[in-house]
């Protein structure tokens, strides 16, 4: 079985004004570059809200199931669980609209 072989004509050499891509740096420059741009920071606000959320969101459920089998409905783990998965679903909730919040407040601040 024979193959084909591609064989370059000169109309299909790249022009002289297209640029290729930049060649790949060395580690040592990548590092310089990333340290005069480090890209975008991510604020300190969001980072905490972030952090919050997600121990809330930990937490909430569990902490709730437990307290709602030991103490309010002993022995019920249906009711627990059900109390537990209303909560998960108000973190998720209220986080969505702090994020929606948040987003909003943003778009004000570039119309001033």
């Not at 909430?60 to 709602?68: A, D, K, N, S, V």
């Amino acid at each position: 079985m024979a193959t084909r072989r591609n064989v370059k004509s000169p109309s299909d050499e790249k022009p002289d004004n297209v640029s290729s891509p930049p060649p790949v740096l060395p580690k040592a420059m990548q590092a310089e570059r990333m340290k005069n741009n480090p890209g975008p920071s991510i604020p300190r606000e969001v980072l905490l809200k972030l952090f919050g959320f997600t121990v809330a969101m930990l937490f909430g459920p569990i902490g709730c199931y437990y307290l709602t089998t030991t103490y309010i409905f002993p022995g019920s783990t249906v009711l627990g669980a059900s109390i537990a998965a209303v909560v998960a679903n108000v973190v998720l909730v209220l986080f969505i609209l702090v994020a929606m919040k948040e987003d909003d407040g943003e778009e004000t601040k570039k119309d001033k």
